[in-house]
C-alpha cells in the first residue's frame, strides 16, 4: 500500500472526477459487503462444524486438579499459619470451611482486603489453589480453555464472577442506550476510547462521529459531540470501515484509500493523512507502529510520528486482508483467501501461513491466545507456543451468520453477527452462553472497555450497554 502524507485540516472540495471516483468506490464497497457480509450468502456449514450448544448448562464438571483438601493438607504442614494460637477464632476452623465461608464475599474484596488481616489469610487467599477451587465452583465446566503457565487465577475470578453479576439472570445489571441522529447510514465500526468515556462510530456516510458516554441519562445532554473534519462530504470521502487509538491519538481507516489520524487531546483536531491505493478494511495501534489490512491484499505497517512512515508494506494474501491482531513480535492477518498469516515483527518475516476452511473477520489476542470468528459464526482458538500458532478448538457459539466482532478477554467473551446479535459468554470450553442481546438489523462490530459494550448497528445507530453497580 504505497502511500503520501499530507497535513492539515482538510481538503480541498472535491471535483467532478473525483466525486465519479467516491461513487466508483461506494459500488465497489456495496460488492465487497454483498459478498463477504451478506448473512444469505454465507453458505451451508460443513459436517464437521460443532453442534450448537444448549441453552442449559448440561456439561459436567471436569475433574478437579486441585481439591480444598489438597489445600488443607498444604497449609497445615506450613509454618505460616499459627493454629495453636486461636483454637476460639476462625482460623480454628477447617479451611474448608474458611474457604466455603470466603465464597460469599466478592472475589475483589476477597482479593483486596482480607489478605491484610493476618499471615494466614494472606498465604491462604494468594494461593492459586484457592482461586481455581473457586473458579471450578462458580463454573462448573471445562476453563479455562487453554492454561498457560502463567494464567492469573485470581483475576480470572474477579473477571468471573464480575461478569456473571452484571449479564446473568432475568435482570441484567445493566443500562441500554441507543445513540441515534448522528449517522444517515450503516455504522460499520464502533471503538471505546479513554476509560470508556468516549465512543467512537464510523459509517457509510463517510463521517466519524464521537459521543461522550458520560452525558447518557443526563437531561438536556447530548451524547453527540462532533464530527471529526470540516470536509462538507463528510469526515472521509468514503465508507469509514475501520478505527483504532493509542493514547489520545484517533485513527479511522476508509473505503477512500486513506487513514487519518486525529488529536483527542484537542479536540478531535486533524494531525495528518497517509493516501493509499486501495480501501482500509483494518487497522491496529500500537505505541510504535500503526498496521493496515486493505482490500488490494497488503499488510502495511507505518510510524505515523515520522515523516514517511512507510516501515514495511507486502502482499501477504491472494484476497482482501479483513481482520488483523498484533503485539511487540507479531502481526496476525486473516484474509478473504481463508488464510491466517503470521509475521515476526522484528525481521518482517512470514512464520506461518494456516490454511483455514472459512475466512476470519474478527480477532482478539492477548496472552498468546487468538480467538477468531468466522463466515459461518463459529468461533476459533489459536495458541502461540514458541512462535508457532496452532488452531486447537472450534466452537459454535449459537450465531447463524458471519461473526462481525469478537472481544475475549481472562474471564469474558463477546461476540456480534449479522445475525442481528450480540451475545455475551463465559470463555469456557464450550463457551457457555450467559445471555443473547437481539437487534433489529445487522451488527457490524462491537468494543468492549471496561464497564461498557458498544456496538455499530446496521439501523444507523450507535447501540450502548452500561454495566451498573
Avoid at 461506494?26 to 462444524?49: F, H, I, K, M, T
Avoid at 494531525?271 to 505505541?287: D, N, Q, S, W
Amino acid at each position: 500500500m504505497a502511500s503520501g502524507v499530507s497535513d492539515g485540516p482538510c481538503d480541498p472540495p472535491p471535483t467532478e472526477g473525483e466525486l465519479e471516483q467516491e461513487d466508483e468506490l461506494e459500488l465497489q464497497a456495496q460488492e465487497y459487503v454483498d459478498r463477504v457480509r451478506n448473512p444469505e450468502l454465507c453458505g451451508p456449514r460443513p459436517r464437521s462444524c460443532p453442534l450448537e450448544p444448549c441453552s442449559e448448562l448440561q456439561q459436567q464438571p471436569r475433574g478437579s486438579k486441585s481439591s480444598a483438601s489438597d489445600l488443607s493438607v498444604r497449609l497445615r504442614t506450613s509454618q505460616v499459619l499459627p493454629v495453636d494460637n486461636v483454637q476460639s477464632s476462625l482460623l480454628s476452623l477447617p479451611w474448608e470451611l474458611v474457604l466455603e465461608i470466603c465464597s460469599y464475599l466478592d472475589a475483589r474484596f476477597v482479593l483486596g482486603v482480607l489478605p491484610l488481616v493476618c499471615r494466614a489469610f494472606q498465604c491462604v487467599l494468594t494461593d492459586e489453589v484457592t482461586w481455581r477451587i473457586r473458579a471450578q465452583k462458580i463454573l462448573g465446566l471445562t476453563y479455562p480453555v487453554m492454561e498457560g503457565k502463567d494464567f492469573d487465577w485470581p483475576t480470572a475470578c474477579i473477571e468471573l464472577e464480575e461478569h456473571l453479576s452484571h449479564w446473568s439472570g432475568t435482570n441484567p445489571k445493566v443500562e441500554h442506550f441507543t445513540l441515534a441522529d448522528g449517522h444517515f447510514a450503516s455504522v460499520d465500526s464502533v471503538l471505546l476510547i479513554q476509560n470508556a468515556s468516549l465512543c467512537i462510530s464510523g459509517s457509510r456516510d463517510r463521517n466519524v462521529n464521537i459521543w461522550d458516554l458520560r452525558r447518557l441519562a443526563q437531561d438536556g445532554e447530548k451524547a453527540l459531540v462532533k464530527t471529526l473534519g470540516n470536509q462538507p462530504r463528510g469526515t472521509h470521502r468514503g465508507w469509514v470501515w475501520a478505527l483504532a487509538a493509542q493514547e489520545n491519538m484517533l485513527c479511522s481507516g476508509s473505503w477512500d484509500s486513506s487513514i487519518k489520524l486525529w488529536d483527542m487531546a484537542s479536540e478531535g483536531v486533524a494531525v495528518r493523512e497517509i493516501r493509499g491505493k486501495a480501501a482500509v478494511l483494518c487497522l491496529v495501534y500500537h505505541p510504535d507502529v500503526l498496521v493496515t489490512g486493505s482490500y488490494d491484499k497488503l499488510v502495511t505497517m507505518y510510524d505515523p510520528r515520522v515523516n514517511y512512515p512507510v516501515v514495511s508494506s507486502r502482499k501477504l494474501h491472494s484476497s482482501a486482508v479483513l481482520c488483523l491482531a498484533a503485539d511487540d513480535r507479531y502481526v496476525l492477518s486473516g484474509s478473504e483467501d481463508r488464510t491466517l498469516v503470521v509475521v515476526d515483527r522484528r525481521n518482517n518475516h512470514v512464520l506461518q501461513r494456516l490454511q483455514l476452511d472459512s475466512y476470519l473477520l474478527s480477532m482478539s489476542y492477548e496472552r498468546g491466545e487468538l480467538w477468531a470468528g468466522d463466515k459461518w459464526g463459529l468461533v476459533h482458538i489459536f495458541d502461540q507456543q514458541g512462535g508457532n500458532f496452532q488452531h486447537v478448538k472450534c466452537f459454535n457459539v449459537g450465531h447463524h451468520s458471519q461473526m462481525t466482532g469478537i472481544k475475549h478477554s481472562i474471564g469474558t467473551l463477546y461476540t456480534s453477527s449479522t445475525d442481528k446479535t450480540i451475545k455475551v459468554h463465559v470463555p469456557t470450553e464450550p463457551p457457555h452462553t450467559v445471555c443473547t442481546l437481539p437487534h433489529n438489523d445487522v451488527v457490524n462490530g462491537i468494543s468492549v472497555e471496561r464497564d461498557v459494550l458498544a456496538a455499530a448497528s446496521g439501523s444507523m445507530t450507535v447501540e450502548i450497554w452500561r454495566m451498573t453497580k
